[in-house]
């Protein structure tokens, strides 16, 4: 058995742990990162590239569709092949020299292996080859060992072998029909790019599509996916599931008593943290649960203290998925400069502030998530929606305005879909969330995440001018809506 020490481990190089390892490297720490798998972690691999590659050529194809000019131009269908080739290109054959390189470049050792707590500021860590080496850290652990697809207890579900996005984003032979069970983020974006290859897709969501975000956001998805080809099941949940000998099909029984039979079932019900084999009980933690954080992203203990003391002496962070903060690649990274510059400055014998907004105080995470779901339309958010608002207890006002209406929309297309809300917090005059559904409104969310971070008032934003005739010109209306300040 080898044994090494280093001031930081950082156990799983997803983008998280990559960040988190760049931020301790720079504030002068010596760091090794643990990868089991692929460096670059799911993000790069079976998630956001790879789903993002697979939506955006159909989508690229309606579009000119829906532009008079343009649609003439369209006289082909959708090249499917050539899709997934570009997506094999985008997560690099699934091969991360790429990423290695960057490691290097930014002085971060790589261990290759599986890596398991052996005690506090211990690590093991077991090689392809069995070897193992012990990895002791003067300063910190952080584990940021991402999530995975949660296969919720349904009869038979784990027996048919059923797909996770992991089988959706790196499919080699699209299948003619395929069921997915969930309505969240995955299932809808999942079932627009699947729709848009022309297979038979089935939506089965027991309660409504994406219900985090505003309610007219799952309704327009809802109607595009239909549009699309799509069924959308709503309100009944499956039963039982099996897989057919004979056929090789799946079908899925609901409790409504009607069933749906498929190719392919794939289970997009949510994630969980990748924690149960991590040697958690080895320094009383349970395995196989989420390690929720403080700001500065230090675990939390069973009392809801930071684990093993705070201050100075806390040795142990987490970062990404795993912490159930936020489950998002941005915001993850967010966490992760956060507690990487934590780690180092509290190796420094720096005594932190973590008041709001504070540099170590991963403060967005409560109040301003932005997000932006790939769907036709496409749906993006940042902050509360009115009706988490109203739980918070603000006092809001709530305005929407079709987006349809902008002239910008006019010009990016013929048919033009979408809707803004912003939710305004009356008390402090200040913008709490903000929710864009349409064509391209991606682009247009940071704008929003500015003004929420900013916590910019709503006379200052009537300052904040947007050019004509662009999508952006949707907050004069909003403005508009709201009312124009007479003092
Ligand atoms: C289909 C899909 C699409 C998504 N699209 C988006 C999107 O468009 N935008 C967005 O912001 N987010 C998206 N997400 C969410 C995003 O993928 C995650 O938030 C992000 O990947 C989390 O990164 P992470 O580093 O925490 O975890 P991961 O990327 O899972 O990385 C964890 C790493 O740790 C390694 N590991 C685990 N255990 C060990 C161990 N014991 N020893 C050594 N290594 C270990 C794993 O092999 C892995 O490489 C999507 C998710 C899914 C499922
Ligand atoms: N574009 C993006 O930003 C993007 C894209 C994909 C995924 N993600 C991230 O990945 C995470 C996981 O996404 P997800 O879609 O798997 O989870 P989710 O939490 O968004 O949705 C889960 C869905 O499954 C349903 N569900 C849960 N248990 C069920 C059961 N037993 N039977 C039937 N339905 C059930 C829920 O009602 C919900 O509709 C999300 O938190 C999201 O942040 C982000």
């Not at 090789?248 to 069933?259: F, N, P, R, Y």
């Not at 904040?464 to 909003?478: F, G, Q």
């Amino acid at each position: 058995m080898t044994e090494i020490e280093y001031d930081v481990v950082v156990i799983g190089a997803g983008a998280i742990g990559e960040n988190v390892a760049d931020r301790a490297v720079q504030g002068g720490m010596r760091t090794v990162i643990i990868e089991s798998e692929l460096v670059g972690g799911e993000c790069s691999y079976w998630a956001c590239m790879p789903s993002k590659a697979l939506l955006r050529s159909a989508a690229l194809v309606r579009t000119a569709r829906d532009v008079d000019g343009a649609k003439q131009a369209v006289t082909g269908d959708l090249d499917v092949a050539a899709v997934l080739r570009r997506r094999d290109k985008v997560t690099r054959h699934w091969k991360d020299d790429g990423q290695v390189e960057w490691l290097n470049g930014a002085n971060i050792d790589l261990v290759r292996g599986h890596a398991r707590l052996a005690g506090p500021k211990r690590v093991e860590v077991t090689a392809p080859d069995g070897s193992v080496t012990t990895i002791t850290a003067a300063h910190a652990v952080a584990v940021c060992t991402g999530s995975a697809a949660l296969l919720p207890d349904i009869p038979g579900l784990a027996e048919a072998d059923p797909w996770t996005s992991r089988d959706a984003t790196s499919v080699q032979e699209v299948p003619s029909s395929l069921a997915i069970i969930g309505g969240g983020v995955v299932a809808v974006e999942m079932a627009t790019a699947y729709a848009g290859f022309g297979v038979e897709v089935t939506v089965i969501a027991r309660s409504g599509l994406l219900t985090k975000n505003e309610p007219f956001a799952g309704e327009l998805v809802q109607q595009s996916l239909e549009d699309l080809g799509a069924s959308v099941t709503i309100g009944a949940s499956p039963t039982r599931v099996r897989r057919d000998e004979g056929t090789g099909q799946v079908t899925i029984e609901l409790d409504d008593g009607t069933s749906v039979t498929a190719d392919e079932v794939l289970v997009a019900t949510g994630r969980v943290p990748v924690t149960i084999d991590l040697g958690l009980e080895t320094i009383g933690l349970t395995p196989g649960d989420w390690l929720p954080t403080d700001d500065s992203l230090r675990v939390l203990g069973a009392d809801g203290g930071v684990f093993d003391g705070a201050g100075e002496d806390a040795w142990l962070y987490a970062a990404g998925d795993v912490t159930h903060r936020a489950l998002l690649t941005h915001q993850g990274k967010y966490d992760a400069r956060i507690a990487g510059d934590a780690i180092a400055a509290r190796a420094n014998g720096r005594t932190l502030s973590l008041t709001p907004w504070s540099t170590h105080a991963a403060t967005a995470d409560h109040a301003a998530v932005p997000q932006v779901t790939f769907t036709d339309p496409e749906v993006a958010s940042v902050g509360l929606s009115a009706a988490e608002a109203e739980r918070a207890g603000i006092r809001t006002r709530v305005v929407d305005y079709d987006i349809s209406w902008v002239a910008g929309a006019t010009i990016a297309s013929d048919k033009y879909v979408g809707r803004a809300r912003m939710v305004v917090d009356e008390d402090r005059r200040v913008l709490v969330g903000a929710t864009f559904v349409g064509l391209d409104v991606g682009e247009l969310l940071h704008s929003a995440t500015i003004a929420v971070v900013g916590e910019v008032t709503i006379d200052r934003l009537w300052h904040a001018v947007p050019s004509y005739p662009t999508l952006s010109e949707v907050w004069l209306r909003l403005l508009e809506a709201y009312g124009r300040p007479t003092e």
